[in-house]
């Protein structure tokens, strides 16, 4: 069965940078690409960017440029999100997720990860 | 990046009643070539990931109540609850994904019981 797995919760000062890891399993992980989606407390979802495993090509929302990167290890099928130069406002749970909308062959379906909170405080 | 809004931010009704939740998109999600809006509603409850309840704007997806529906096209959307259930409460959201590999998602819907 398909399984995302992320690390941990993480507790940063501002001005740091924080790593956060999605392991995948249950799939052929370069088939399909992931996403980011963040939710700061008691606020919406936020979609941060993707990345194609395959290659390792990303693209990121307009907010994020210049401050995250996401990359992929395909030797442990592991994809990572990295946000630099935290605030407070970056205090939120971080999730990778699978979303399929293929429209070629039909596919359809969405697995998400647990969700890391990541804390920015001084 | 294509902009959603959605209308009303929050939304208070009694069991059985009819909730409609709107979405617009800053510019058309619409698909001219195989006439798909590329269009999802999830529905999120406290401490868990969304859970993806339409897709194409009208699919349901496998497993979600018909009580369900959604309709609209090129920028205006809609989610309706036929008749309200206690286990309806959450919040919801629209994500257009007419821009891939860019999505966006709408600010949510907190949808309450009165």
């Known amino acids: 069965q398909v399984q995302l797995v992320q690390s941990g919760a993480e507790v940063k000062k501002p001005g740091a940078s924080v790593k956060v890891s999605c392991k995948a399993s249950g799939y052929s992980f370069t088939t399909y690409y992931m996403h980011w989606v963040r939710q700061a407390p008691g606020q919406g979802l936020e979609w941060m960017g993707i990345i194609n495993p395959s290659g390792g090509s990303t693209s990121y929302a307009q907010k994020f440029q210049g401050r995250v990167t996401m990359t992929r290890d395909t030797s442990t099928s592991t994809v990572y999100m990295e946000l630099s130069s935290l605030r407070s406002e970056d205090t939120a749970v971080y999730y990778c997720?699978?979303?399929?909308?293929?429209?070629?062959?039909?596919?359809?379906?969405?697995?998400w990860g647990q969700g890391t909170l990541v804390t920015v405080s001084s | 990046d294509i902009v959603m809004t959605q209308s009303p931010d929050s939304l208070a009704m009694s069991l059985g009643e009819r909730a409609t939740i709107n979405c617009k998109s800053s510019q058309s999600v619409l698909y001219s070539s195989n006439n798909k809006n590329y269009l999802a509603w999830y529905q999120q409850k406290p401490g868990q990931p969304p859970k993806l309840l339409i897709y194409w704007a009208s699919t349901r997806e496998s497993g979600v109540p018909d009580r369900f529906s959604g309709s609209g096209s090129g920028t205006d959307f809609t989610l309706t609850i036929s008749s309200l259930q206690a286990e309806d409460v959450a919040v919801y959201y629209c994500?257009?994904?007419?821009?891939?590999?860019?999505?966006?998602f709408g600010q949510g819907t907190k949808l309450e019981i009165k």
């Open positions: 997720a699978r979303l399929v909308r293929d429209i070629l062959t039909g596919e359809i379906g969405d697995y």
């Open positions: 994500q257009q994904y007419y821009s891939t590999p860019l999505y966006s």
